[in-house]
C-alpha cells in the first residue's frame, strides 16, 4: 500500500456539504415546538412502501439481521456453561470488532458522510468495504440516512429520534425504543438521490455497495475460515463463529444504535447545536465507539475529524485519522481549531 497516490481532483468524489440540507429540506414542520409527537406528515420525504410482499420481505430481512447475533450470543452463553472460551476466539473478535468498527466510524462516518477528510482511493474503498462488513446496511444507503439525521435532528423528518412521540415519560420510553432499533423496522427508504449524490456517482462506492450481500455473507465466513484453520475442528470453527462473528456483531450492533438513542437522551451537552438538536457527550461509551459517543461537538461541528476536543477524551477513530493522514493516506483533514472549538461552546 506504500505506492497508493492521490486520486486526481477530476476523479475524486466532491467533498459532501456542511451537512445542512437546503431550506425547502431541513425546515421543521409548522407548529413543532420541539416537546410534542412528531406530526403524522412529517415522513413526506420516506414514505412507508405499501404494506405487501417487499414490505414484507424488508422486515423480515432486518428482523434477522437484528435477531440473529442476538441467538448467537444466546448460544454462545449456554456453549459457555461449564467451559472455557478460546483466547483464540477473543482476539478474532476484537480484530473484527475494530477493522469493522473503525470501517464504520472513519470509513462510513468522518469520512464519506461528512468529508472529514480527504483518502486516496485505495483507502476510501477499503474503508468502504470494512464498514460493511459491519452488517449495518449498504455504505450509500447508510450515509444518505445519516446525512438525513443531520438535516432535521430531533425534529420532523429525522429518521431516528427518540423525541418521534414526545417528551412525556411513556413517549420517552417509547421513543428511546424506537431511536435503538424500531426505526430499522419502518421500512421509509431515505432519498440516496437527494442525500447522497456523491456517492452515487462514484463507480467504486457503487460498486461495494452493490456487493453488500456478499460481504454480510464474508464477515461470517472469515471467523469461520479461521477457527477452522487454528482449531482444526468443527467446534472451534462454529466458536470462532459464534464469538468473532454473530456476537461482534451484536455488541457492535447495539454501540452503534446507542449513539442514535442514548447520546441523544443522556449525557452533558458543553456545546452548542441548532435548535431542537439534543445531542450528548456519553462517556462510557467513547471506548467501545471509537469516539463516537462525543456526539455533541459533532452535531455543532459535524465536519470536525475529531469529536473527543476536550482533556480526557479519548477519540480512537481521531488518533486513526492521523495514523493515515502521516502516512499519507488521508489529507486535507478538517482538524478542529481551538477558536473554532471555543466558539462552539455554550
Known sequence: MSSMMRSSPTSEAARPAEVAAPPSVAQPSQGYDGAGPFPVEADADAPAAPRGISDRLYVTVTAAIVVAPFLGLGLAGWLLWGSLIHPADVLLALALYVVTGLGVTVGFHRGLTHG???????????????????????????????????????????????????????????????????????????????????????????????????????????????????????????????????????????????????????????????????????????LLSFGESWHNLHHADPTSARHGVDRGQIDPSAAFIRLLERVGWVYDVRWPTPDRVTARRA
Request: with cysteine; glycine share 8%; proline share 6%.
Open 116 to 286: 472529514g477528510y480527504r483518502a486516496v482511493r485505495p483507502v476510501r474503498v477499503a474503508l468502504a468495504v470494512a464498514g460493511s462488513l459491519s452488517f449495518q446496511g449498504d455504505v450509500i444507503g447508510w450515509v444518505a440516512t445519516h446525512r438525513r439525521h443531520h438535516a432535521f435532528t430531533d425534529r420532523p423528518g429525522d429518521p431516528h429520534s427518540p423525541y418521534r412521540y414526545g417528551t412525556h415519560l411513556r413517549g420517552q420510553l417509547r421513543g428511546l425504543a424506537h431511536a435503538h432499533v424500531g426505526w430499522l423496522f419502518r421500512n421509509e427508504p431515505t432519498s440516496a438521490g437527494r442525500y447522497a449524490p456523491d456517492l452515487l456517482a462514484d463507480r467504486d462506492i457503487r460498486a461495494v455497495s452493490r456487493a453488500f450481500p456478499a460481504l454480510c455473507a464474508l464477515t461470517l465466513a472469515l471467523p469461520f475460515a479461521a477457527g477452522w484453520a487454528i482449531g482444526g475442528t468443527w467446534q472451534r470453527a462454529l466458536t470462532a463463529l459464534l464469538w468473532a462473528g454473530l456476537v461482534r456483531i451484536a455488541l457492535l450492533h447495539h454501540v452503534t444504535w446507542s449513539v442514535n438513542s442514548l447520546c441523544h437522551m443522556i449525557g452533558r451537552r458543553p456545546f452548542r447545536t441548532r435548535r431542537h438538536d439534543r445531542a450528548t457527550n456519553l462517556w462510557p461509551l467513547a
